[in-house]
Each structure stands twice: as C-alpha cells, then as structure tokens.
C-alpha cells in the first residue's frame, strides 16, 4: 500500500545516522540527553564535583537542541526509536503533549499539572510501554520520562533501558499505550541493531514494529 515510511524526529535521524557510521566503534548512548557540567560556585573550593552531580530539576533545562527538536514534532504523530548496543535495548519514545494531555504549555492548573504528573508517572511504569516480543529475555532495567516546553510546543520523552539476554531475538516491538490516547494516530517507529535498521509506521490498528 504505502513503499516509502516518512521519518519524522531528530531523535530517530540522529539514531539513524549513529548507526550508519558507527560501524566498528562501540555505539555511544546518544539517546540519554548529555549532562552540561555546571560549576556551582567560583568558592575555590576542592572540586568534589562527583558529590554534585545530582538528578536535574525535572521539566527545566531545555537546551537549543532540544527547542530544534520541538518544532519539528507533528501533532497526532509520535517517535519510537529502539536501538540494541551489546546487551542493551533502549527504547525511546517521544510524542506531543497535545496528543497526550491536550495542552501544550507549562501547566497553569492543578488539573494540568496533575495529568502531565500522572502522564509521566504512566509512562515510567517499568515495562508498561512495550512489549518485547520473542525469546530474547529482555527485563526492565531502567525507565525515565519528562516533559519539554519550547516555542509554544511541548512534549512528552521517555526512555525505557532493558537487558536481554539474546537481543538478536527480538521478534516484535508491541506498543501497548495507543489506545489510551485517542489524540495519537501514528508513530513512526525505528528499530536499529548492529545487523538490522528497520522502519515502521504504528498505528492504533497495528501498534506492533514487525523484526523478524
Ligand atoms: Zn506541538
């Protein structure tokens, strides 16, 4: 029916195009947002800077690239992007919070800023947002989500880190979420391992990316 998948996202680009040169070095995790290194004062004192680097104020801190990042999302069209390193899968998701919550500024009521936290809190649910299939004996590891607010645009972002014992294994990425938001009718998916870059579109009818 439809040959060509449009991608649409920095976020799977960027994972596309790690892929494409990264061929014989170790994949860096460019998926986890870089940590800008602050110094908390000029005092003199010895650096202790391991003591220092504590968790981000969540929702704060955009950075240019993450403003680019905002504009280019389309509302009802969401990013999936997975990519396998070692014994690694990392899946990042990354939708418009107008699909989601149906805003798209920083909340302004308790009813908002209650939906954006419960939002997260959904999303955080280790092994809540896919489902792994095949036999490769992926388990939760890590999950993250926030929330970015750039150029009258906000969006949700989600990392879920799993190990697996046999990665290659892999057979299907089932996105389980979709039917709870009516607002989001595609994602555009990508799944990128050192063998394999494939693409899909999921849609509420089909939320699975096919592998093997
Ligand atoms: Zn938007």
């Known amino acids: 029916m439809k040959p060509s998948v449009t991608i649409a996202g920095a976020s799977l680009a960027g994972l596309l195009i790690l892929s494409a040169c990264g061929k014989t070095e170790p994949a860096e995790k460019d998926m986890v947002a870089p940590v800008t290194s602050q110094t908390p004062d000029d005092s003199g004192e010895a650096a202790d800077a391991g003591m220092d680097r504590a968790l981000p104020p ?3 801190a955009h950075d240019p690239a993450e403003s680019e990042r905002l504009e280019a999302h389309v509302h009802g069209s969401a990013t999936l ?3 396998v ?7 990042a998701f990354e939708a418009p919070l107008m699909s989601m919550v149906g805003f798209e500024h920083e909340p302004e009521t308790p ?8 939002l997260k809190d959904a999303f955080t649910i280790p092994g809540g947002m896919v489902e792994i299939r095949g036999a490769a004996g ?8 926030g929330t970015h607010f750039a150029n009258g645009h906000g969006a949700l972002e989600v ?3 799993y190990t697996c ?3 290659d294994d892999i057979s299907r990425i089932d996105f389980k979420r979709m039917s709870d938001y009516p607002g989001l009718e595609t994602i555009d998916a990508v799944f990128v391992s050192d063998t394999d870059q494939i693409v899909g579109e999921l849609t ?5 990316l096919e592998l093997r």
């Open 58 to 60: 969540e929702g704060s």
């Open 81 to 83: 992007a997975a990519g």
């Open 85 to 91: 390193d070692g014994d690694a899968l990392t899946i």
């Open 111 to 118: 009813e908002q800023t209650e939906a954006l936290t419960a």
């Open 138 to 145: 992926c388990l939760p590891l890590m999950t993250t989500s």
């Open 159 to 161: 990392e879920h880190v």
């Open 165 to 167: 014992e046999k990665p």
């Open 204 to 208: 509420p009818s089909n939320p699975s």
